[in-house]
């Protein structure tokens, strides 16, 4: 029962430790430097450790899956008392810069073609007051597959899409980076659409993002393997051919998401951190990065092995977490 209390105590030493900045957020077009960020499970162990460690080591960014249907069903009833909302409360509390990414609407959202523009626009609007430090949107990741997009991948509805939540922004005076794309490696299904062609789609149709947003996923080999395939980190090389061809070569990406290798999930820590280490040194060593987020900060609580993960079942800790924040020091 005293829980609380002894967070709020934490919470007046960490915001007068790290007063908020009034620089721009690292990893954006009004920034030079590269932004560190991780992935937060909301549902998943230590949150709130997990966040305070983040504020504490400075990351430049956290990133919160934001399950549409799951955390606003009711359009006309915000529910607080939610993980997603405990945990951007606390992250916004502790003046770190957020990332939602967003996912899954409610049926009352949808049409047959994919999420509804001007309610996606509506949404970006209505949590941007809710979280004052909610700096950057991912508009649905995977949307090159019909799982992130909720109906066939279509690079011109979403590029309407991305138009309709700009203007809704820019009427409203409202200050967010929007990361575009949402795109996957990883496809499943026959309609799924390689992700270089759904951005080509985007180009084709008009759309001109700051930021492109892609997920790496079910990767193998070493950082620096030749992105010959699609499963390599440096996949994202060939999504930067597209941007630059189209004349985007002051654009940004964002690697919102990326996992070790299958084969070293059940390796040792060192071998992971040493992958982790060079992972992340590789993108920032690329002046058209913007940010890079690895996926397990905080492992689920059902997960059957949590060693890839930095902040594990028992509070213990993964090494590279300690890394990371000589990673940021460096930066």
Known sequence: MKKAPFIACILFLLLGAFPSSTLAARGTPDSAHFGYGLRLDVNGVRVEEA?????????????????????????????????????????????????????????????????????????????????????????????NTRAGWGAAPD??????????????????????????GGLTNQLL????????????????????????????????????????????????????????????SQALVWVTGFGLPDELAASTSQKQSEWLTQSYRLMRS??????????CYNVLPAATSDQACLIRQDGSKHPFLTQLGSLIDEN
Not at 204 to 211: L, M, T
Not at 286 to 294: E, I, K, N, T, V
């Open 286 to 295: 690329r002046l058209y990065f913007g940010a890079s987020f690895y996926t």
């Open 51 to 143: 966040l305070l460690r983040a504020a504490q080591m400075e990351l430049d960014w956290v990133a919160l899956d934001f399950d549409w249907n799951a955390t606003w069903p009711d359009p006309t009833h915000w529910a607080s008392d939610t993980p997603f909302g405990r945990a951007a409360r606390l992250a916004d509390t502790l003046g770190l810069s957020l990332v939602f990414s967003i996912q899954n609407p409610p049926d009352w959202a949808m049409t047959p073609y994919g999420p509804h523009p001007e309610l996606t626009a509506a949404l970006l609007c209505d949590l941007k007051q809710l979280f004052p430090n909610l700096k950057a949107v991912e508009l649905y990741p995977r949307a």
């Open 155 to 180: 690079p011109i509805r979403y590029a309407l899409l991305l138009q309709a939540v700009r203007t809704r922004l820019e009427n409203r005076q409202i200050s967010l980076y929007l990361l575009a």
């Open 189 to 248: 299904l026959p309609e799924d659409q390689p992700d270089t062609l759904f951005l080509q789609g985007l180009y084709d149709a008009g759309a001109r993002p700051e930021i492109v947003s892609l997920r790496l996923e079910g990767l193998t080999g070493m950082p620096g393997d030749e992105p010959s395939a699609v499963n390599t980190l440096r996949h994202f090389e060939t999504v930067r051919s597209v941007m630059n061809a189209n004349g985007q």
